[in-house]
């Protein structure tokens, strides 16, 4: 090994990846940040494209424009780093491709339904003929076996459906302000499920390779989403079969700890998190409040009579962070040692000291053609000494990397490259594309999707 | 003639963790490595234990040690030895288990850690070959490194809280420490990945991981929406046609969706309240128009529907409707069952109950639970006697210096 390429743990390894939407392509992204040269093999026909290309934007000052394809900020999270080859799977030539593709790869990642894979003889038993050391991941909804195996699945409803409902949710508050617990379910913000499903697959190919380069064996992972995202409600589950206990709703309250909650802050739309541990965290909290007398109020003495009377609480402590930036309640707080700190949005993210002091976001230039110039995009949770880890280019235009799929790694001549694109097996520009019309930010604040906004962002 | 069951090799056979610290990120990433195979040793303060032990719920809500329902879901298939390395004897004890690990996952506030010899170069140079994975609140620098926090306080540095809940209420915390297993799950990668690089290399290397970003990487929409066009993404809206959110049926709540590639029409007729059948409603800008409207008939719908009935006709048209279920639900719940995702494990304290597995399955992996959380020190006795070579009388005295 060269000290060039020490520092990438997935140098060398080639992953197919042809998967859509969220969970799966930023499994493969972070593969990619890992050094494994991932190929999105994906279609230019606007019925079958990967949606996030498509659908999600955001676009620069949300201005689509006519390659608006290549300019969605999500779908560059998503897929930064990866190589792009179209090939239509409608398509035996293009099939055909595929198939010689894995059989030079190590890895595949897909996400259709399993009725889909078996019609286009892309499931496992078959590739297997072809690599028989491949490792693959077919994420799914349901899951390749039970009876619910053929129903399609999105994160946004299937996260109930494994129980975060359950967990999450305001309580409940009558005519005169006494909360009890929640009755109505809630749900986690941003495709919680798809997340969660990314980092298994993750996990799940990284032990795979391990078990691979230790046996010659390859792997099938079969990751069904619903039950992926049961597995993370564990304690909860656990509840239930030891104590029959189904729900637990507490808004942003604690099983014992108090006070425990979001309260109001200064400005539109801010607040601040308290988290008291113990008496002395309570102490320190009164002490910053300037209420040190409420420390001897017999309604918050101790643990259990706080616990019992938070209502009366979080009304006092809510006073006090009302009048104060939530940066100030944390700087406050967190002197004296408290557990506290801001509900950060987005804005706040790229701006905070912290996440910039430890190079959070990383920084692609993008390709001309697209106007995105510079962007920065969230990147992992975690770093390792002396590797190369990061993420190493945006992602690729729609067919970008035909040529070098095709010609240098599978070794087709001119003549066979020319006849494909011929026959619209692969292609670069999306057919049947219509630009999306942008909803103006202003109309987007009136109907609740956007808080608000800044036009002077760029500063 | 006798079955004879041989023992199947897992992806992390042979792979030595020892696991450091506790509460749920460091014990629930070691879980995970254990899941594939590693042979995982927890190593706890003698007589304090982890701090998850006393964490509640517990077994019948009795405040025991061995009963608390997060320790006892974070700690399967793992031994559990007791030391203090604060004592010469307990420090002798961790250098030799250190020289035997691959891996040490640990979770100490920056700072903290209980003894010199777990301070991270120290590791680094005194093993080079081990992975040091240190999973804490906020990283290992930065200006808030040594903040206090709880789940709340890392969800909300996140952004993720501000995105959950409802636009007219405060941000809602997602409960169940889950920042602490996304953090856990992450470390867990990263690990697998050293381990990996570690095979061509004969390297090891440390890990800072931070959960704070590790949940700020699910914000692949609120993050761009800013820096492509200066837009804060909030919660959910209060008006809206009700697609995709929780809705009240018959005994509970669904979430209809229109997502998947199936028409309207196929939509309209599952829920079977005739005034959906209108072609206005058909687009997603349609939706958007007309959203309080279509919101009326729905809730007409859906209170025709039982959830479980709703979920299953969508599933059969292909539609891709949810329902909010609770922990009964998914305990008792047949898809689960019948993909074996439940194993029972018996505890000597705890008793008896099935427990959920592991998210994937994988071919010719067969998931296993060999071990139920470990007793304070249970393996005291087979891993300093058995494997270290200590003697009765040498283990007798460790535990009156209180080393164990």
């Known amino acids: ?459 | 003639m006798v079955a004879r069951r041989i023992p199947q090799l897992l992806p992390l056979n042979g792979v030595r963790v020892l696991e450091l610290g506790g509460h749920v990120s460091a014990p629930f990433c070691a879980r995970l490595l254990a899941d594939y195979g590693a042979d995982v040793i927890k190593v706890e303060q003698p007589g304090i234990g982890d701090e998850a032990r006393r964490m509640g719920p517990f077994v019948g809500d009795d405040p025991h040690p061995d009963k608390s329902i997060p320790f006892l879901y974070l700690n399967t298939n793992k031994r559990g030895v007791t030391l203090d390395p604060a004592t010469t004897a307990g420090a002798r004890l961790l250098a030799e288990l250190l020289g035997s690990a691959d891996v040490v996952v640990e979770n100490y506030p920056p700072g903290e850690k209980p003894a010199p010899m777990l301070e991270t170069e120290y590791l680094a140079k005194h093993y080079p070959t081990l992975i040091v994975a240190s999973i804490t609140a906020f990283g290992q620098s930065g200006p808030y490194r040594n903040f206090a926090a709880t789940d709340i306080v890392t969800t909300a540095f996140s952004g993720l809280m501000y995105h959950s809940g409802d636009s007219d209420r405060e941000p809602l915390r997602n409960a169940l420490n889950q920042s602490f297993y996304v953090a856990g799950i992450n470390g867990a990668v990263a690990t697998a990945a050293a381990l990996f690089r570690r095979m061509a290399t004969g390297q090891g290397q440390t890990i800072d991981v931070s959960t704070v970003e590790c949940l700020a990487s699910h914000l692949v929409q609120a993050v761009p929406y800013y820096s492509y066009m200066g837009a804060i993404k909030g919660r959910r809206p209060v008006r809206g046609s009700g697609f995709e959110e929780l809705m009240p049926a018959r005994d509970g709540y669904v979430i209809p969706s229109v997502q998947g590639s199936q028409p309207w029409s196929t939509v309209a007729e599952l829920i079977s309240e005739p005034g959906l059948h209108d072609e206005r409603f058909a687009s997603g800008s349609g939706r958007i128009e007309y959203g309080e409207e279509i919101y009326d008939l729905l809730i007409k719908g859906l209170a025709q529907w039982d959830r479980k009935a709703l979920h299953q006709a969508s599933g059969e048209r292909r539609l891709v409707f949810g329902m909010a279920q609770d922990a009964g639900d998914l305990h008792e719940c047949p898809h689960l069952r019948e993909r074996e995702f439940f194993r029972t494990v018996s505890h000597p304290v705890a008793g008896e109950v099935d427990y959920p597995g592991m998210g994937p399955r994988l071919s010719g992996m067969e998931y296993e639970v060999t071990r139920a959380a470990p007793l304070l020190g249970e393996h005291n006795g087979e891993i300093y006697g058995d494997e270290l070579g200590r003697s009765a009388e040498g283990l007798a005295q460790l535990r009156a210096l209180g080393a164990i």
């Open chain 1, 1 to 459: 090994m060269t000290m060039a390429n020490a520092g990438r743990p997935l140098e060398g390894i080639r992953v197919l990846d042809l998967s859509r939407v969220f969970a799966m392509p930023y499994c493969g992204a972070y593969l990619a940040d890992l050094g494994a040269e991932v190929i999105k093999v994906e279609t230019h026909h606007n019925a079958f494209v990967d949606t996030t290309r498509t659908l999600n934007g955001p676009y620069p000052d949300n201005k689509p424009g006519d390659l608006y394809y290549e300019r969605g900020g999500t779908f560059h999270t998503l897929n930064r780093g990866k190589l792009s080859v179209t090939l239509d799977l409608r398509s035996e030539d293009a099939l055909e491709v595929l198939r010689r593709l894995v059989s030079v790869s190590d890895v595949m990642l897909e996400n259709f339904t399993p009725r889909v894979m078996r019609r286009f003889g892309l499931d496992y038993p078959n590739l297997k003929a072809v690599k028989p050391d491949l490792i693959m991941v077919s994420n799914t909804g349901y899951g390749h076996s039970g009876p619910w195996t053929n129903f399609g699945a999105m994160a946004t409803a299937l996260e109930p459906t494994h129980g975060t409902g359950a967990f999450t949710g305001y309580l409940d508050v009558d005519a005169h302000g006494n909360t009890s617990p929640g009755t109505v379910p809630n749900k986690i913000a941003n495709s919680y499920t798809d997340f969660l499903a990314s980092w298994t697959a993750q996990l799940a190919v990284l032990a795979s390779l391990i078990h691979r380069a230790r046996t010659g064996r390859g792997m099938w992972i079969d990751l069904a989403m619903y039950q992926v995202g049961t597995s993370f409600m564990g304690e909860g589950l656990l509840d239930f079969a030891f104590n029959g206990r189904r729900a637990r709703r507490m808004g942003n309250r604690h099983e014992t700890l108090s006070p425990h909650g979001c309260y109001p802050c200064l400005g539109n739309d801010q607040w601040a998190v308290i988290a008291a541990r113990d008496d002395e965290d309570w102490l320190a909290l009164c002490e910053t409040m300037g209420m040190a007398d409420l420390a001897g109020d017999a309604r918050f003495v101790d643990p259990v009579t706080r616990h019992r009377n938070q209502d009366a609480l979080d009304a006092i402590i809510a006073g006090w962070t009302a009048s104060k930036n939530k940066y100030e309640v944390m700087n406050l707080l967190q002197a004296a040692g408290v557990p506290a700190g801001p509900v950060l949005d987005g804005r706040d993210m790229l701006k905070d000291p912290h996440f910039r002091a430890r190079g959070y976001f990383e920084s692609v230039e993008h390709e001309a053609t697209t106007g995105l110039g510079r962007q920065e995009y969230v990147s992992r949770g975690w770093r390792m000494s002396g590797s190369d880890v990061r993420i190493r280019k945006s992602a690729p235009l729609l067919g970008e990397d035909n040529r070098y799929v095709l010609s240098q790694v599978l070794g087709l001549d001119d003549g066979k490259i020319a006849e494909l694109e011929a026959a619209e097996a692969v292609g670069q520009t999306l057919a049947g594309a219509q630009t999306p019309s942008a909803v103006p930010l202003a109309r987007q604040v009136e109907l609740g999707w956007t808080v608000d906004y800044d036009e002077e962002y760029r500063k």
